[in-house]
Every structure is written in C-alpha cells, then in structure tokens.
T-cell receptor, first 110, second 115 residues
Framework: GNSVTQMEGPVTLSEEAFLTINCTYTATGYPSLFWYVQYPGEGLQLLLKATKADDKGSNKGFEATYRKETTSFHLEKGSVQVSDSAVYFCALDSNYQLIWGAGTKLIIKP | KAGVTQTPRYLIKTRGQQVTLSCSPISGHRSVSWYQQTPGQGLQFLFEYFSETQRNKGNFPGRFSGRQFSNSRSEMNVSTLELGDSALYLC??????????????FGEGSRLTVL
C-alpha cells in the first residue's frame, strides 16, 4: 500500500544553519505531496505542496521538489530561525485521505 | 473567517464509556476528515465525509463511527472506550472537490484521556 517514510528526529540545528528533512514515499500513481507543520501549542497547518512530478512547493523560505525518479519530497531551508522549531510531517494523498510520515521534530538553538 | 472548531477540547473518560466529539468546519467546506494522533502510531486516518456521505474509512474497529450533517458539521463517536483510545483526535475540513483532499485545515483537536 501507499506509505511515507521520514527521517527520524529530533533534528537539532543552530540558527542560520541549512535544513534538510528527508521524505520518501511509496505510492501507486502520482499522488499530491504535502508538508505540514505543527508549531508548539498549535494545530497542524499546511506548509507547502506539490501536485505533480518536478513541481516545487515553497513557503516561508521552505522548499520541496516532487522527485518521481527517486520517489522523494525532501524539505529544505537555507537558513533556519528559532521560530522554525516545530514538528514537520510529510504526507501524500490517497483516496480522500492523507497518509502521513511519522513526523520530524526540529529544534533550532539560538 | 472562522477556523475549524472542535469540541470539547479536553475530556476524561473511563474504560467502557462512550464519547462523542464534534467538529464545525470552515464555512463553505463540504469535506470533513478525522484523524487520530498518538505518540506511538502518529497520525492515522479515521474517516472522511463529503456532503453527508462517507467516502473513505481507515482501519479502525467498528467502535469508531462518524457522521456528517447537512450543514457539514461532523461528529465522531467512540463506544466501549479502551485505554488505547487515549489520543488527540483531529478534525480537518476542505473544499472536498476532486479526488485529492487538497489542503486540509485542522482544528486544534480534542484530547481524550481514558482511565
């Protein structure tokens, strides 16, 4: 069946460091791919999405490219801030539901 | 524009009891989905409704049920509660058109503790 695998956390970085959170997927067909973020004490919210191969989603300095050949959707940011500390979830859509990765907790130290 | 509202936010029940959780979607959204979030299992899909019809259901026992009303509000019910049902239950709404759920807008969740 369809599944999403994310790198395990927590990931701890210093402010202004480069961020990569890996996400790979297994799916039949070509699902849309998403990154959601859960800030401390807040609900889940969409960070970015890509709906077809080679699409690049971007928001708030974060980017992710839909790579069909490697079945990946890695999240990147060039310079992280303390305010980026949160849990990040990779997901794909399948039959009216989202299938989620386990989530990666990101800790940014000043 | 009001967001997704879930009630109650916190509740404590004992084993064997039942619970009903409520979700009011964003105005104009016709799809409501429910997810269970636990530290061990992560986010797991419960069910999705669109215009009062269940379009998909996750792999949960029949004790978990839901429904959607004509105003798109939704409820989920868990009967004969077990300790393992302790979780954060998240409701999400979306426009629901097309095959993809698209962008989901989540409520803050209902945190259920079963003693």
């Amino acid at each position: 069946g369809n599944s999403v695998t994310q790198m395990e956390g927590p990931v701890t970085l210093s402010e202004e460091a480069f961020l990569t959170i890996n996400c790979t997927y297994t799916a039949t067909g070509y699902p849309s791919l998403f990154w959601y973020v859960q800030y401390p004490g807040e609900g889940l919210q969409l960070l970015l999405k890509a709906t077809k191969a080679d699409d690049k989603g971007s928001n708030k300095g974060f980017e992710a490219t839909y790579r069909k050949e490697t079945t990946s959707f890695h999240l990147e940011k060039g310079s992280v801030q303390v305010s980026d500390s949160a849990v990040y979830f990779c997901a794909l859509d399948s039959n009216y539901q989202l299938i989620w990765g386990a989530g990666t907790k990101l800790i940014i130290k000043p | 524009k009001a967001g997704v509202t879930q009630t109650p936010r916190y509740l404590i029940k004992t084993r064997g009891q039942q619970v009903t959780l409520s979700c009011s979607p964003i105005s104009g959204h016709r799809s409501v989905s429910w997810y269970q979030q636990t530290p061990g299992q992560g986010l797991q899909f419960l069910f999705e409704y669109f215009s009062e019809t269940q379009r998909n259901k996750g792999n949960f026992p029949g004790r978990f049920s839901g429904r959607q009303f004509s105003n798109s509000r939704s409820e989920m019910n868990v009967s004969t509660l077990e300790l393992g049902d302790s979780a954060l239950y998240l409701c999400a709404s979306s426009l629901g058109t097309g095959g993809s759920p698209g962008e989901l807008f989540f409520g803050e969740g209902s945190r259920l503790t079963v003693l």
